[in-house]
């Protein structure tokens, strides 16, 4: 077994994700101080989505035309920080949502490529990645439980402060992250790409991983709202978010094992019937904190479970050479338009029709994705026959 460079990759997956600790549950409170509505906080948050859909599709393809993926995640990363500096000095939302999009735009370039750099580095130990990834979800939990208590006492004001500094920890981490040789097959088809996307079943997975994602909507850009609107503290608020992401981490702990003992379809099914579940109790009883524990660590199926089975179906669904652009798409579709829409969506019902329909629009999307599911999702008969 080769040695590779588990602190440096490890350490970058715990301060990106940690980023995202911060932004995901407490972004919203930020705009709220600035006395927002609820329409405009959707489209706010919907700026950090829409980059995401061209993110990493174009950055993916200059990455294959140069071989240059660490470089290319050093200087994102910095152009990154440089960008978000200037949201000190926005107060209307025009400027804000310019910096949101702004800084987005180059911090969504980065994951995809350094997922690329860390499973070239791990080469035949690529069972190895769960153990490197993990330390995002840790990243995520001290980010959102400190930054919980930390804002009940400084104030949301000093949100962007944490968050700056975390961005100058993602850059100094990728300076420290050694090169990987890459594959020698790296490059990848179009038309080979095209022909395994345009198969019903690929395409229904698509549109599967899009509903996902707009279901997500609600939840990504108002839970901490309506928590804070029912009389949960900002620490309250960061001890359920990372409850949701500790049940993450254990069903990736044992997700290789569920695959090989249910499979991709079955898991996927039952997670998608959870999602349904879990966006209809927190619409309906989020002021009872029981049901928000049980809510929360439904976040094991709903975020965990179907990423790992997405992950998984774009390696069978694609051949080796058109991971690179099914594993972008997957991005793009799902967290990047999917996310988008939810957060709109969202946004515009908020204020109009109230939380609890908003949450039944969210979980009626899912339940349309349990219908694409159950009717399309069969693995077994779709190979990655092109090269």
């Known amino acids: 077994?080769?040695?590779?460079?588990?602190?440096?990759?490890?350490?970058?997956?715990?301060?990106?994700?940690?980023?995202?600790?911060?932004?995901?549950?407490?972004?919203?409170?930020?705009?709220?101080?600035?006395?927002?509505?609820?329409?405009?906080?959707?489209?706010?948050?919907?700026?950090?989505?829409?980059?995401?859909?061209?993110?990493?599709?174009?950055?993916?393809?200059?990455?294959?035309?140069?071989?240059?993926?660490?470089?290319?995640?050093?200087?994102?990363?910095?152009?990154?920080?440089?960008?978000?500096?200037?949201?000190?000095?926005?107060?209307?939302?025009?400027?804000?949502?310019?910096?949101?999009?702004?800084?987005?735009?180059?911090?969504?370039?980065?994951?995809?490529?350094?997922?690329?750099?860390?499973?070239?580095?791990?080469?035949?130990?690529?069972?190895?990645?769960?153990?490197?990834?993990?330390?995002?979800?840790?990243?995520?939990?001290?980010?959102?439980?400190?930054?919980?208590?930390l804002l009940d006492w400084v104030g949301v004001q000093w949100l962007p402060v944490v968050m700056l500094g975390i961005m100058i920890m993602i850059w100094l981490n990728a300076l420290i992250v050694p090169n990987a040789a890459p594959k020698q097959n790296e490059r990848s088809s179009g038309e080979g790409f095209l022909r395994l996307l345009l198969r019903p079943q690929v395409i229904a997975f698509f549109v599967i991983c899009f509903l996902v994602q707009f279901s997500h909507g609600a939840y990504y850009t108002f839970y901490s709202v309506l928590m804070e609107s029912v009389g949960f503290s900002r620490g309250e608020i960061g001890i359920l978010w990372a409850i949701g992401v500790i049940a993450e981490v254990v069903i990736f702990i044992y997700m290789h094992r569920l695959i090989q003992r249910y499979g991709l379809r079955l898991i996927m099914i039952v997670s998608l019937v959870l999602c349904v579940l879990r966006w209809l109790v927190i619409g309906v009883w989020p002021d009872v904190l029981p049901v928000m524990l049980v809510a929360q660590t439904l976040h094991a199926a709903t975020f965990g479970a179907l990423h790992a089975v997405g992950i998984a179906l774009v390696h069978h669904y694609f051949s080796e050479n058109t991971h690179g652009q099914g594993q972008a798409l997957f991005s793009s579709l799902g967290f990047g338009a999917g996310g988008a829409a939810g957060a709109v969506v969202s946004g515009l019902m908020w204020e109009s029709t109230g939380s609890v329909a908003t949450f039944v629009v969210s979980s009626a999307a899912a339940m349309i994705a349990v219908v694409l599911a159950f009717v399309w999702i069969r693995p077994e008969k779709v190979q990655q026959n092109a090269q």
């Open 1 to 149: 077994m080769k040695n590779f460079p588990f602190v440096q990759l490890s350490g970058f997956y715990f301060f990106y994700f940690a980023l995202l600790g911060a932004l995901v549950p407490y972004w919203a409170l930020y705009l709220q101080s600035f006395g927002f509505e609820a329409q405009t906080i959707g489209l706010l948050m919907a700026c950090l989505h829409v980059t995401r859909i061209i993110a990493p599709n174009l950055w993916g393809w200059i990455a294959d035309k140069t071989g240059q993926r660490l470089r290319i995640v050093r200087v994102g990363a910095f152009i990154t920080c440089c960008i978000f500096a200037a949201i000190f000095w926005q107060k209307d939302a025009l400027g804000i949502g310019l910096v949101i999009l702004g800084f987005s735009f180059f911090w969504n370039a980065v994951l995809p490529q350094f997922e690329v750099i860390t499973l070239t580095h791990l080469g035949a130990d690529s069972d190895r990645y769960s153990r490197i990834r993990l330390w995002g979800s840790i990243g995520f939990i001290v980010a959102v439980l400190a930054l919980g208590w």
